[in-house]
């Protein structure tokens, strides 16, 4: 189970670098067209704006099951062990609950809204939407695994905010 979640990982990783190396193609492409050749590509700009809402989506993803995500520790570091271990796997749980809420209404607004076409590209809305279910799905997978680990033995809850950088 840890290998498929170092591949799975690897793999979003892998995507997000050709993403940003295509936004940064792009952005480089754009600023030469506009200024050396006063031209354009027509939508590029919805492009490079999809790619980056995929990034930060599957980005904010991956870092949940790095144990990268944004956490403030001053209380939870002077817990004992046992304490610590809780608080790691509530902070898990709330962390799958919320992305797992939004997950849920993103549903709905996609399935209202997903159909409208953007202006440039003229695709529809629902591929850029899609990457808030994606990224919320990865998150609550990846807090699923953590936890899954833990009651496993194969890593242990609260030592993610004493490791050495």
């Known amino acids: ?17 050709v993403s940003f190396l295509t936004i940064f193609i792009l952005v480089v492409t754009l600023v030469v067209l506009r200024y050396v050749f006063n031209s354009s590509i027509t939508g590029a700009n919805e492009i490079i704006t999809l790619l980056f809402v995929y990034t930060t989506a599957i980005g904010g993803a991956v870092a949940v099951g790095k144990r990268e995500h944004i956490a403030i520790t001053a209380v939870a570091e002077r817990l004992p062990t046992t304490l610590r271990k809780l608080a790691d796997a509530a902070g898990l749980l709330l962390i799958a609950l919320i992305n797992g809420v939004m997950l849920w209404y993103s549903l709905g607004w996609i399935d209202t809204t997903g159909g409208f076409l953007m202006p440039s590209t003229g695709l529809p809305r629902v591929v850029a939407q899609f990457a808030i279910p994606l990224g919320c799905g990865l998150a609550v997978l990846y807090c699923g695994l953590r936890l899954f680990f833990a009651l496993t033995g194969e890593e242990e809850l609260g030592q993610s905010w004493m490791r050495e950088e």
């Open 1 to 17: 189970m840890k290998r498929l979640e170092t591949i799975l990982t690897r793999v979003l990783e892998g995507v997000m670098m």
